[in-house]
């Protein structure tokens, strides 16, 4: 009997022991595990102007929904329209008709053909545009992510307009501006931009500055179309992001033909591994397609021209743009373009308030009775629909 109870007096003291060590095993499974389902907050904006390595994978599926406008053209009109009585200024009412499109999407990109040059110039249209940074604070609250700066327009108010810009975005972090540079040192960064694990680089080149020579002590004020520049920058983007886009301002304005240079530089995308091209300057519709390259039979997706979003240019093809729409997926380190279509847009302006009212609607919203409203003649929902049609291949088409 002295026996037994001395052994129970060994054993109890140990079966505790194992117990506790069970329960703290079980307890750091479970919190494991549940460390492990718990989800990320997702992140609206993750900028990266550094060369980082990101090849690391995720099992899983993840995916993440683009959409891209075009040309956001501030005319005198524009700048007048958004004037209030106490000397304020708003520009909401330009994407109040367009913003449930926008501000769901992963990302959303609009070109700012105008610089932003703010009040530190008198505002202007054309020929040479300054534009208020009001406009860039509705075109934020709409829900554009990423601004492409590099157009013709760019340097319409010198090297200072373009600083003031650079300021504007200084101070909206949450935004992310392409194609221009405080110095040459943020020339030669790549813009990584991620989002649901999916990391993008994104590159904005212009084919000039209308004739205004950039400073020769800034040459890297502004990114242009050199084909070295953008054989050092894609080759680059290449190594550490899953997508690679590039933003051109190209072509020819005011028509709806891919030009010899377009292909010209479509064909260097193509042959350095570029997955996406979203074109704009022509400031009318361009095709959409698929481009193969010959030698390694990758597919390479290119919106030529998605056309004017808001301006007050007065030709019917002018006021008729686009809005690309598309999915790129990822799962087990594989990246897939599952849909890649254009949503058609109307620039619908009438006169009203200090002179005319604008705003932008998806064509599938767009009515006749809208359209008996627009101060350019001739604007039905049949013509905007009939000019998309010729111009989009119907696989593109989302109308």
Known sequence: MEKKKKLWQVLIPVLVALAVIVAFAISGTITRRADEKKPTAPTKVSVVNQTEDHTEETQGKTRVRLVAVGDNLIHNTLIAAGEQKDG?????????????????????????????????????????????????????????????????????MGSAGVEKELEYFGKHKEAVHLGTNASQADCDKITYYE?????????????????????????????????DKIRKDITEARKHADVVMVFPHWGTENSHKVSDYQKEYTKLFSDLGVDIVIGSHPHVLQPVAWVTNEKSGKKMLVYYSLGNFIS?????????????????????????????????????????????????????????????????????????TDLSKKVIPAEFLDI
């Open 88 to 156: 304020s200024r708003n520009y909401d009412a330009f994407y109040q008709d367009i913003k449930q499109y926008i501000e769901p999407a992963d990302i959303a990109v609009i070109n700012q053909e105008t610089v932003l040059g703010g009040s530190s110039f008198d505002y202007s249209g054309y020929p040479c545009f300054n534009s208020p940074w009001e406009i860039g604070d509705a075109a934020i609250a709409a829900g554009f992510d990423i601004f492409t700066c590099a157009t013709n327009h760019t340097m319409d």
């Open 195 to 227: 989002k649901n694990n999916i990391t993008f680089a994104l590159l904005n080149y212009t084919y000039g500055t209308n004739g205004i020579d950039l400073p020769k002590d800034k040459p890297w004020l502004v990114n242009l179309m050199d084909k």
């Open 312 to 384: 007050h240019q007065i030709n019917l093809p002018q006021l008729c743009g686009g809005m690309a729409e598309v999915t790129i997926e990822k799962e087990n380190g594989k990246i897939t373009i599952s849909s890649a279509k254009l949503a058609p847009v109307v620039c619908h302006y009438s006169r009203g308030g200090n002179g005319f009212v604008f705003s932008v609607y998806k064509l599938s919203d767009y009515t006749d009775e809208l359209a008996a409203t627009q101060a350019q003649k001739g604007a039905t929902v049949k013509y905007f």
